[in-house]
């Protein structure tokens, strides 16, 4: 999935945090809502103004974002 024109990063809004369409929800919000157990059904229900799309576009962040992780073991 292409979440580059999904997820946005300003400066000045939630302190450079990685949002949606440029809203002040998170990426970060939304997978702690998901691994707090909220479907996406309910994600939606509670935030009108999200899509299915937004929420495929944070999960597909998050994936790109852990696969560019790098570890030095010490």
Known sequence: MN???IIT???GKR???PCIRG???TV?????YLAGGMTEAEILEDFSELTSEDIKAC???AA???KKLFVVFL
């Open 64 to 66: 790109d974002r852990e």
């Open 9 to 11: 990063i300003e400066p």
């Open 15 to 17: 302190s450079g945090k």
């Open 59 to 61: 999960l597909a962040f």
């Open 23 to 25: 809203m002040r929800i």
């Open 3 to 5: 979440y580059y024109d």
């Open 28 to 32: 970060y919000d939304i997978l702690e």
